[in-house]
């Protein structure tokens, strides 16, 4: 599981590009380094080789094999033992030969420049060689020369010199056209060994890197990711219950700052919507408690002692005002569940909305009479489509609304038209209107712009809630305008069929 | 006891009168705040029973503005049952708290010991004498033998008995023991008086003449 991890999994990847990395570049400092080494006894392989060529192998040689004068390098006149060509080349060659240098001079041949290095060098026991004769004999040799070895074989016949690696020795071997063959040679065990040591070094400095690297590697994935840690465990307290709280997003300029701020918004919301859901259940069990205290208390009180009959009759008539309360409240309560639910959105019907607001008209007609309100309609088409019911149920309540809140003798004006594109309708009242601080709550569930229930009067305190939902459901929208002591005035626009 | 009950709800308001009539407490009733303000500062009332939610003045204002001139014992009311309401109640001096739906007998319960506890009193029975005062059972016995007292009556002794050694005038018993709806003939109190005398005995309640009644 914990492999599974992003930090487990960026480890693996970081290690593992490391480790090639790093491998492959100690592996190349390793090839330059042998090949540069390899070089550099090459060189001194020729350079050991070029004073005694013409000494073991002049090219003009008469010896049997020999192709034949002028074939290969610069004519020299052989020189005498002793002779020098100038002074950068340093003392002469001894007639005694080096220690290691077991003198088998053949005659002819001529010592050249840098002897004095190159003999130096095979005295000093670091280099070997090894001459031999047209027939294969060995002509000459030094001491330290493997002895069992024999002349090498020309794989091309036109082929000068060879290189090659022979066990722990590197030999250079130069093929004269008169069949004489002169070997140099050195043994690699110290620079193999060099080599080793190298190699060694080199491993444990990678090991070294690769740790050092992963470590740091383990500590930047660690502090990348701690903020991801924090955001998840704050993240799964707030889904523990505490909605309060929030991420600390201090780095919003990051990346999971961004995210942070991201979450702490949806919180934000998810907060503000369960509040709402809490403040709403609240609500309506307060709005519950009014009507249920009510009826306990009538019975409870009636059935201290024995009452007369009108008494009697009094309770039960409080108890059923009550419970039609009550009754009002639940079927409010469920339409707008239902509403909430979006169960109701099946309905749409064309209809002229004018009809639906004339038969509307026509119920609360009576309300504004006893009133002694004047009830004005103009209405001309309006055709939309949608829930007849639910239109119905939203003029109604505008309707009753404006007659409600509106003073005796008062005014209330309905009308609906067609505008471009839509359905209207306005209720407007000349009543005490509506505070501006109550005006962008008036839609709320169980709000009231008087903070008192005014529920004797069998009002629920949603009716406004459904109508916007309703309204909100067929995608219109319903605004209000409202002047204290002028009166109010709810719109409402739907679509036009 | 004189009680005042405000409360917006009509039919609730006259449950709870009901039920304090029936247990003999003289009732009178507002149905706004500013109507009880103004009952709550103008009569002594043994206590109030006062809801939150009101038009025109809420609960918690009609308190704050009495407690600027009276300590009236306030039981409120309200269908707001979260901890934080409950302490502001009692903050802004309540002296308890009660929430919708309530039990009635729980309510009454209350009331009687809002009374009391306002008058000094912590446990149920004053004794007087060879008479004792149960005021949770509202029961008054005299040598022992409960004594059969109409509410009136009752409340009449209650009152004088919280108030045992004060002289108590006519007009607070007026006060205290009749609402606003009582016919207020005089000599109906002297009629309590004179029975309350008949069933525990002339001497319990002596006559101050120009000044009240006393029980010593």
């Not at chain 1, 330059?32 to 090219?59: C, G, N, S």
């Not at chain 1, 003029?395 to 609304?401: E, K």
């Not at chain 1, 501006?436 to 903070?451: K, N, Q, S, T, W």
Request: include cysteine.
């Amino acid at each position: 599981m914990i492999l599974h991890s992003i930090k487990w999994r960026l480890q693996a990847w970081h290690g593992f590009l490391l480790v090639c990395l790093v491998s492959g570049l100690m592996t190349g400092f390793y090839m330059f380094e042998r090949r540069e080494k390899l070089q550099a006894i090459d060189a001194e392989l020729a350079e050991v080789m070029t004073p005694l060529l013409p000494r073991y192998a002049p090219p003009n040689s008469n010896g049997p094999g020999a192709r034949g004068p002028g074939n290969r390098g610069p004519q020299r006149p052989p020189l005498r033992e002793g002779d020098f060509p100038g002074p950068d080349d340093g003392p002469p060659l001894r007639d005694d030969p080096p220690a290691g240098l077991s003198e088998q001079r053949p005659p002819g041949a001529q010592p050249m420049g840098n002897r004095e290095r190159s003999l130096a060098a095979i005295s000093s026991g670091r280099f070997y060689f090894i001459a031999w004769a047209e027939g294969g004999e060995r002509m000459a040799a030094a001491t330290n020369a493997p002895a069992n070895l024999n002349p090498p074989k020309q794989a091309q016949p036109n082929q000068g010199r060879i290189l090659r690696t022979q066990g722990e020795n590197r030999e250079l071997i130069q093929f004269v056209p008169s069949g004489r063959i002169v070997l140099v040679g050195t043994s690699l065990t110290q620079t193999l060994a060099q080599l080793h040591k190298l190699a060694l070094a080199l491993v444990l400095i990678g090991s070294g890197i690769v740790i050092v690297g992963f470590a740091v590697g383990w500590w930047l994935a660690s502090r990348a990711l701690r903020p991801i840690a924090e955001i998840s465990q704050t993240a799964s307290e707030i889904a523990a219950g505490d909605l309060s709280r929030r991420i600390n997003a201090s780095e919003t300029e990051s990346e999971l700052g961004q995210l942070a701020a991201v979450l702490n918004d949806t919180f934000e919301r998810l907060q503000a919507t369960f509040e709402q859901q809490r403040q709403f259940t609240s609500d309506a069990a307060h709005e519950l408690r009014t009507p249920v205290s009510v009826i306990l208390t009538q019975v409870q009180s009636t059935l201290n002692k024995e009452r007369s009959g009108v008494e009697y009759r009094e309770t039960l008539e409080a108890c059923q005002r009550a419970a039609m309360r009550m009754k009002k409240l639940v079927e409010a309560l469920l339409e707008l569940a239902r509403l909430d639910a979006g169960q109701t959105a099946g309905k749409r019907e064309p209809m002229d909305l004018s009809q639906c607001v004339a038969e509307c008209v026509a119920l609360v007609r009576p309300l504004a009479e006893e009133r002694k309100m004047q009830l004005q309609s103009d209405l001309s088409a309006a055709p939309c489509v949608g829930d007849a019911d639910q239109f119905t149920l939203v003029i109604t309540n505008l309707l009753t609304n404006a007659v409600h809140y509106n003073r005796d003798g008062g005014e209330v004006r309905i009308s609906t038209r067609a505008e471009e594109g839509s359905a209207v309708v306005t209720v407007s009242d000349n009543g005490p209107g509506i505070a501006a601080e109550h005006l962008p709550r008036i839609f709320d569930r169980f709000y009231r712009a008087d903070a008192a229930r005014t529920s004797s009067q069998g009002r629920s305190g949603l009716g406004l809630a459904i109508t916007k939902s309703i309204v909100e459901s067929h995608g219109g929208t319903i605004e209000v305008t409202s002047e204290v002591g002028k009166g109010s005035c709810f719109k409402v626009c739907l679509p036009a069929a | 006891m004189r009680i005042l009950i405000v409360e917006d709800e009509a039919d609730l308001r006259s449950a709870l009168a009901r039920a304090l009539r029936d247990e003999g407490y003289a009732v009178d009733a507002a149905d706004n705040g500013e109507d009880g303000l103004f009952n709550a500062e103008s009569t002594d009332y043994d206590a109030i029973v006062l809801d939150v939610m009101m038009p025109r003045l809420d609960g918690w204002e009609v308190l704050k503005r009495l407690r600027k001139s009276k300590k009236t014992p306030v039981l409120m009311l309200t269908a707001r049952d979260q901890s934080r309401d409950r302490v502001k109640g009692l903050d802004t001096g309540a002296d308890d708290y009660v929430v919708k739906p309530f039990d009635l007998p729980e309510l009454l319960a209350r009331l009687r010991a809002l009374i009391r506890r306002s008058a000094g009193k912590t446990t149920n029975v004053i004794e007087i004498g060879d008479v004792a005062v149960d005021t949770a059972a509202r029961v008054i016995s005299l040598k022992g033998k409960p004594q059969e007292l109409t509410a009136r009556e009752y409340q009449l002794v209650e009152f004088m008995a919280l108030h045992r050694g004060e002289v108590v005038t006519r007009t607070q018993l007026y006060e205290h023991l009749f609402d606003e709806n009582d016919s207020s003939l005089s000599n109906l109190l002297d009629v309590h008086v004179s029975n309350v005398r008949k069933k525990l005995g002339a001497e319990f309640i002596t006559t101050r003449r120009g000044h009240g009644y006393c029980i010593e």
